[in-house]
């Protein structure tokens, strides 16, 4: 028997069991579970702390958004596109009335245009405050971050309330323009929430951004290749986080790409405004954070610019047709702040859509979970879940 | 009036010359495609047994290398059948094209594209969910957005039309909603009403 030193752990070899026999557990996550951002359910096959198989489970919150709108006109149907992805309430409406403008091929007069552009980049801050608060909350940081997002997304929400009536179920924009004037004060208060915005994307950035345990918890969790990425259709921040990791064998791509709608197919008035596109480098879930990080900074940077050019006159056409479009198709994609929003609109010269195909970008996003859990551990897979920031009403419909 | 008088036809619009429709012919002599030129992109009219070799052709091929499937539909043409619509984008030549499959509503079977694109797994699930279109090969046929058991009716068909549903739901609920005007006529409801009235 040695020497008895104060510290030193000693096993006898004897006690330790080389070989224990382990099974894989599947363990049932959701739906009724704060990290599940919703009604998601998925089941992890572990092997002790490791996760081997995740098995999505999707189609709780269906609601039958396409099939209601195929029994609704144009103009009713607005409203459905706010409960799609209802964070992004304003994005999705935007792609519906451009859906609809395309094949009627109606003109909105310029100021209606700079209001729809403010509002829709406003919804993209407020949903990335969303993200942010909600995915440091996934991680550790738990009321904090919560309460520093909010804030200022709270102001944001005031001015949609004064501008539509409505704090989220907004049904704003019609086909050829928006429905009413927005208020007199508009530019100024756009102006002090341009610089409210930036103050809570610093206050983020300085609790979250150098954080000890917020690094180590995400930081090489959950990366996938750009190849795998596109493969798996995955869009916006998610895509643009992954564009510096590439697969062993990379696969050729336009140099001029920056993976954003509004810069590779300009829409509304995207070309008109000067502003960056954050690309990550190491596909992770940490660059999935700054990407969309920096993404409200550029998001202010498009507003200062819009409100600055935004000229007075009329906000509808001078006539707005019956809206009866010929036999025609369209499919319209907008970038929303979750990615690629694709309305694949059908027209058989109805007085309503005959088929309105919803491609939700968390539908897809969300499509590659299992690719990026397998591997990791248990409580990565909540992050990975997090940084991929769904909406479960837009995955469903 | 039967509903084929009342639509208007679409025109098929061909595409000017050096549009994608041009590399599909180059890539793919002898397929019998129609293309025609959408509002935004190209669009390409296939027949359902070309369907896997166009696909194939589109994603592997140098000049397409179609890598990036945006979206995936079913489409309820009723008295022309049904079909499978691809949005298809290359990240490699920035292009786009739309290929429209189609497939017959008493025999509704393609081949799977779930190996050429992952994206395609849970598009097709959800199609064959909403359609009851039978994606061939497909690895993992399981429904996604609706009860496993629920194999009886495909909801986005259009012989499934919304206002027998609302009557399911209640007797109440429906008759304000035909009062109100918003159930269409000829959707069975309004039948239904009536002879009860009578």
């Known amino acids: 028997m040695a020497a008895y030193n104060p510290g030193e752990i000693i096993v006898d070899p004897a006690d330790v069991e080389p070989e224990l026999d382990t099974i894989d557990l599947h363990v049932n996550v959701g739906p009724q579970h704060p990290a599940t951002h919703g009604v998601f359910r998925m089941v992890l096959q572990i092997d002790g702390e490791v996760v081997k198989d995740a098995i999505p489970h999707i189609g709780y919150m269906h609601r039958g958004a396409e099939k209601l709108s195929e029994n609704l006109d144009y103009r009713q149907a607005i409203g459905f596109q706010d409960r799609t992805d209802y964070l992004g309430g304003f994005n999705c409406e935007l792609a519906y009335v451009q859906a609809i403008e395309k094949l009627t091929n109606l003109e909105p007069p310029e100021r209606a245009l700079y209001i729809r552009t403010i509002l829709t980049e406003f919804n993209r801050i407020t949903s990335h405050f969303m993200f942010l608060g909600a995915f440091g909350t996934d991680l550790g940081v738990f009321g904090t971050s919560f309460t520093y997002a909010f804030r200022e997304r709270e102001y944001i929400q005031d001015l949609f309330e004064a501008v539509s009536g409505d704090r989220f179920m907004y049904a704003y924009f019609r086909p050829g323009g928006v429905a009413w004037d927005v208020p007199a004060d508009f530019k100024d208060k756009v102006r002090w929430l341009c610089k409210q915005a930036l103050v809570g994307a610093s206050d983020l950035d300085k609790l979250l951004t150098d954080n000890e345990i917020f690094i180590a918890r995400c930081h090489n969790v959950g990366r996938i290749t750009l190849e795998d990425a596109i493969d798996y259709g995955l869009t916006g921040p998610t895509l643009r986080a992954s564009v510096g990791y590439r697969s062993a064998t990379p696969s050729d791509i336009s140099p001029d790409l920056t993976f954003d709608l509004r810069r590779d197919e300009p829409y509304c008035i995207y070309d008109r405004f000067d502003f960056d596109v954050p690309l990550g480098s190491n596909g992770d879930s940490y660059d999935r954070y700054l990407v969309r990080l920096e993404e409200i900074r550029q998001s202010v940077r498009i507003i200062q610019q819009a409100v600055e050019q935004m000229p007075d006159g009329p906000i509808l056409p001078a006539r707005v047709p019956r809206l009866r479009p010929g036999p025609n198709e369209v499919y319209m994609r907008c970038e929303n702040p979750r990615g690629e929003y694709g309305l694949y609109l059908i027209s058989r010269g109805g007085t309503g859509p005959y088929r309105l195909r919803i491609r939700g970008a968390s539908f897809c996003n969300l499509s590659a979970l299992k690719k990026m859990t397998v591997g990791y551990y248990v409580a990565d897979a909540v992050t990975i879940l997090g940084s991929l920031d769904i909406v479960l009403c837009e995955v469903d419909r | ?198």
């Not at chain 2, 194939?56 to 489409?75: E, I, M, Q």
């Open chain 2, 1 to 198: 009036m039967s509903p084929e008088e009342r639509r208007p036809q679409a025109v098929i619009v061909p595409p000017e010359p050096g549009t994608i429709a041009d590399l599909f012919a180059e890539a793919l002599p002898g397929v019998a495609v129609t293309p025609h030129q959408g509002v935004t992109d190209v669009i390409l009219i296939i027949g359902r047994d070309d369907a896997p070799n166009v696909l194939a052709t589109a994603r592997t091929d140098p000049r397409l290398s179609f890598d990036f499937l945006r979206n995936l539909s079913g489409v309820d043409y009723e008295e022309d059948g049904l079909e499978v619509v691809y949005h298809l984008f290359s990240y490699k030549h920035r292009h786009n094209v739309t290929i429209r499959a189609k497939v017959p509503t008493d025999d509704p079977r393609i081949g799977s594209v779930a190996g050429l694109w992952a994206a395609a797994d849970w598009h097709e699930r959800e199609a064959r969910d909403m359609f009851g279109i039978v994606f061939e090969g497909h690895p993992n046929m399981v429904p996604l957005l609706l009860p496993e058991d629920m194999f009886d009716h495909y909801p986005l068909r259009k012989d499934n039309p919304l206002a027998p549903l609302e009557e399911w739901q209640g007797e109440a609920l429906g008759d304000m909603m035909a009062q109100a005007g918003h159930i269409p006529p000829g959707s069975g409801y309004d039948v239904v009403a009536a002879e009860e009235g009578e």
